[in-house]
């Protein structure tokens, strides 16, 4: 059980790098910072995910076999992953807010009164 849930873990993280790697491609050739943010945030939810379950899998661990230097291995553990998780999961919603502050194409274009406006 332990090592499925490390294992599910292990492939959120995998799927996560490949899906990013995926954007990373697409959005190299445009050369805009903006391009990559999607992609970062794509990341970012796949590692907290990933992270969850690792902790899960710790966590089973101890439970499973107790002892002073398991608990202690994973209080660090824990304390780590959980920093690793708000740290992430606060940028993520911040880059989520910034991207929703900017104006999109058509409406940077209205503004100007470019055409379409």
Do not use: C, H, W
């Not at 490390?6 to 959120?12: C, F, I, S, Y």
């Not at 910072?33 to 992609?39: C, G, R, S």
């Not at 499973?64 to 606060?90: C, D, H, M, Q, W």
Request: hydrophobic share 50%; aromatic share 6%.
């Amino acid at each position: 059980m332990v090592r499925l849930v490390e294992a599910a873990g292990a492939v959120v993280i995998f799927v996560g790098a490949l899906v990013a790697m995926v954007g990373f491609v697409r959005a190299l050739p445009r050369r805009d910072p903006d391009a990559f943010v999607p992609v970062r945030l794509t990341l970012g939810r796949f590692l907290a995910l990933g992270l969850e379950f690792q902790l899960a899998s710790d966590v089973l661990r101890t439970a499973i076999a107790p002892s002073f230097e398991a608990l202690g291995k994973l209080a660090a553990v824990a304390a780590i992953r959980t920093a690793l998780n708000y740290f992430l999961s606060r940028e993520i919603q911040q880059e989520q807010r910034t991207m929703a502050a900017r104006p999109t194409d058509s409406e940077s274009r209205d503004a100007l009164g470019g055409p379409g406006s």
